[in-house]
């Protein structure tokens, strides 16, 4: 690479850890994207994209570049809302929004796609079919905005989708990793409100036992993991809070609440988790006689990266980033709304360790003091480009930032 090469790489750096931290400074929670798409659409203009569609299936941005030559359709993919989450950091750009910060990693992601949307827009007569840039809102909050943008329409005509995930959880090293099939889960949620008759709790035989009644569906719940399931199919069902009484020792309560979740990989095994959870709870209450109310919300599709684009994508990032910088990793519980895409479009989701810390001591998704390593802005722009490079360029153009600049 030449001297005025390099420079124009450094740029592109420069331009990432800009973006990056303004998005970081000025986060919005899901569905109220309502600046974070404002200055997308800006920053796509000032490039020169003119095919630009705003407030897809209720507020994605979709910007389209098309090449000089006909071929494959290609999706990237970025989401861009933020948590309820008070940020516990130092870092200089911290949110300077009350409640509100990035901490899952989705300004990032959309500083990657951003950054690459600027670079490949110079390469547009190189470019053999077109490439979509697809900047989604509300990734975090169900029913999420990857559903009505396939609704929508706007994807119909792609032929592959590819998305990326920055792990704040661990230390950055310059690695990607990937599972092949079922990679997140089916990511479903339940609150059960079991309603009994309180009073004294010297004379129980008057009253109908909530807490007691509970108690015994907590436990019973786990018997659709340990008894109704395939020990071979993967779930989880957890009660993650209960709630009954207001702490007074000798007063039974009226309400018990159960909150959970289930967590399955097989459309079956979902079905028949929903079907028990319904069975136990309303026998269980019955047979205390208590009454019960669910509210059983249908979470995200389980996210199942396609075989030939996951062979495909990891065979070229081996080649560009050597054997030892791609690793299959396990599959996840966790739930992505991204499955909403490659359930009818084929394609692939990756992930990127971006922790910022060397010594480990890096914070999950979701907690107040979420960091990562900006030098992951620059592994996951050349992950996309090495993906345009494969599918729609045919010239010996390689759209490389220089990989020697960055140490990995």
């Not at 124009?8 to 990432?16: I, P, W």
């Not at 569906?217 to 659709?224: A, D, E, G, P, R």
């Not at 359930?343 to 922790?355: D, M, R, V």
């Amino acid at each position: 690479m030449n001297q005025e090469s390099n420079h124009h790489a450094l740029n592109y750096q420069a331009y990432a850890s800009k973006t990056f931290q303004h998005l970081h400074r000025y986060p919005e929670i899901s569905f109220h994207e309502y600046q974070t798409r404002k200055f997308i659409r800006q920053q796509l203009e000032s490039f020169g994209y003119t095919d630009i569609s705003s407030e897809v299936g209720g507020g994605g941005v979709i910007a389209r570049l098309k090449g000089g030559k006909p071929g494959l359709t290609i999706a990237f993919r970025a989401d861009m809302d933020a948590l309820q989450v008070q940020e516990e950091t130092d870092l200089p750009y911290k949110s300077e929004v009350d409640g509100v910060m990035h901490a899952c990693g989705h300004d990032a992601h959309t500083t990657i796609l951003l950054t690459a949307a600027k670079y490949l827009i110079h390469l547009k007569e190189e470019i053999a079919g077109t490439i979509v840039f697809l900047f989604q809102h509300a990734e975090e909050v169900k029913p999420g905005g990857a559903r009505a943008i396939m609704a929508s329409g706007a994807l119909d005509d792609v032929d592959k989708i590819f998305g990326l995930h920055v792990s704040g959880d661990q230390t950055f090293d310059g690695t990607i990793s990937y599972h092949e099939d079922f990679t997140t889960a089916n990511s479903d949620t339940f609150a059960i409100e079991v309603q009994g008759k309180g009073g004294h709790a010297a004379t129980p035989q008057h009253n109908v036992d909530v807490t007691l009644t509970a108690a015994y569906l907590i436990q019973q719940l786990q018997s659709i993991v340990s008894r109704h399931k395939n020990p071979m199919d993967p779930g989880v069902v957890t009660i993650g809070n209960f709630h009954s009484g207001n702490g007074v020792s000798n007063v039974m309560a009226d309400v018990a609440t159960l909150n959970g979740t289930i967590r399955t990989y097989s459309s079956d095994l979902r079905a028949l988790a929903k079907k028990k959870l319904y069975a136990l709870s309303e026998d269980i209450s019955a047979a205390h006689g208590a009454s019960v109310k669910i509210d059983f919300i249908d979470g995200y599709p389980a996210l199942y990266n396609h075989p030939n684009e996951t062979r495909t994508v990891v065979e070229i990032f081996k080649a560009r980033f050597g054997q030892d910088k791609v690793n299959e990793k396990p599959a996840s519980m966790g739930g992505e709304d991204f499955a909403y895409y490659v359930q009818k479009i084929p394609g692939l989701f990756y992930f990127i360790p971006a922790g910022a810390h060397p010594n480990g001591e890096n914070y999950p998704h979701h907690h107040p003091k979420f960091e990562i390593d900006e030098k992951c802005l620059m592994l996951g722009l050349e992950t996309i480009l090495t993906i345009v490079d494969h599918y729609v360029i045919e010239s010996e153009v390689r759209p490389y930032v220089e990989s020697g600049f960055n140490e990995y």
